[in-house]
């Protein structure tokens, strides 16, 4: 049996709607729409939480409607909403609007957690469900945990960052060289042209017993370098080698902290997610130590990396394959934890 579902992802500041279709081998993505427009957010100086509300607010009815059409406007049997972890009042628009539109549909609703979405990715990315056991590396601009999954319903968070995420690490260290917000992606460009070495920066907690994160060293390391030689904040190559000893840096902290996990845990499958996973610099050294260690390593490719709504999507879908029932009465949680 096959049966499509429609997931909302509004947790932060992108407002997403997709449609998949799914049965008991895996799913497929049927139609998705995503709008999101930081420079409105930039000329106000950062993420505005009212800027945000009225954003989905406006967007949701035109971009379901998107995303229907693309999926040639099959009928859904279930609407799911990430219902945290996120910003409260984001939270709170997509859930009001799935609820509507799955009463309005008489489908069943479901409230799903933005973190078992990117947990899914890597597998319904490739067509399949997860599988376990398996450790995750979730790296995104708001979120950097390593989680042991070992089974649809037992997570147990290893290490999760002391202060920024590795996606901010990026963005913050992007920003002091002048490549805009968010600059990941930016960096990363940037990084293609230079060499690691040329400058020094510290490998974040590597060595450091347990799992966690910590970028605030790497930071205030990067900035003391700049006050003292401002010549990587100009473009040029002494801008690409220190963007290819940031990336160099955040990689090999995410590599060590991830093996360490490996080895706590003796799991044999690893997995990565979110939007940081969209580095081919830190995705190539997650591989790297994967194929070293003899653990089978999965990536989510294409669009699945960054927040997306087929993740919160496909996660419904297998709420329903699994014949949980509607949660009509779910509220938002903006620091629902993925443990359980
Ligand atoms: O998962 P995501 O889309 O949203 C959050 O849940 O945060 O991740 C966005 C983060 C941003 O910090 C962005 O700079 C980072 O992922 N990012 C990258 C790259 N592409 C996106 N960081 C490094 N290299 C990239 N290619
Ligand atoms: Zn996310």
Not at 91 to 100: C, D, P, T, W
Not at 136 to 162: C, D, E, K
Request: hydrophobic share 40%; net charge negative; proline share 6%.
């Amino acid at each position: 049996m096959s049966i499509r579902t429609l997931g909302i992802e509004t947790s932060c500041d992108e407002t997403a709607v997709a449609v998949i279709e799914a049965d008991a081998q895996g799913c497929r993505l049927l139609g998705e729409a995503l709008a999101t427009r930081p420079e409105e957010h930039a000329a106000l100086g950062g993420i505005v939480p009212e800027l945000t509300v009225r954003q989905h607010l406006e967007l949701l009815p035109r971009l379901t409607a998107e995303a229907k059409k693309k999926s040639g406007n099959v009928s859904v049997i279930g609407v799911g909403a990430t219902a945290g972890p996120g910003l409260a009042p984001a939270l709170l628009v997509g859930l009001s609007f799935g609820k509507a539109l799955a009463w309005a549909q008489k489908n069943s609703f479901h409230a799903i957690n933005h973190l078992e979405g990117h947990l899914f990715t890597p597998f319904v990315s490739q067509g399949g469900w997860p599988t376990y056991p398996h450790v995750a590396l979730i790296v995104s601009g708001g979120h950097t945990l390593l989680v042991a999954a070992t089974g649809p319903r037992a997570r147990r968070i290893l290490g999760t960052t002391r202060d920024d995420a590795a996606g901010e690490a990026f963005d913050k260290l992007a920003r002091m060289v002048g490549l805009g917000y968010p600059g990941g992606a930016a960096l990363e460009r940037e990084a293609r042209e230079g060499e690691p070495g040329c400058f020094s920066l510290p490998r974040p907690m590597r060595g450091m017993p347990g799992c966690d994160f910590s970028f605030s060293g790497l930071k205030n390391a990067a900035r003391l370098l700049l006050e003292k030689d401002p010549a990587p904040a100009t473009p040029g190559p002494n801008r690409a080698n220190f963007c290819a000893e940031v990336q160099a840096a955040i990689s090999e902290s995410l590599v060590d902290r991830s093996e360490q996990a490996l080895k706590e845990t003796g799991i044999e499958t690893f997995t990565v997610s979110g939007g940081v996973s969209a580095n081919r610099g830190v995705l190539q050294a997650l591989k790297k130590m994967s194929e070293e260690r003899g653990v089978e390593f999965i990536s989510a490719g294409g669009g699945w990396n960054t927040d997306n709504a087929s993740m919160i999507a496909a996660v419904t879908a297998r709420r329903i394959l699994d014949g949980q029932d509607s949660d009509w009465d779910a509220d938002a949680d903006p620091r629902w934890s993925v443990a359980t």
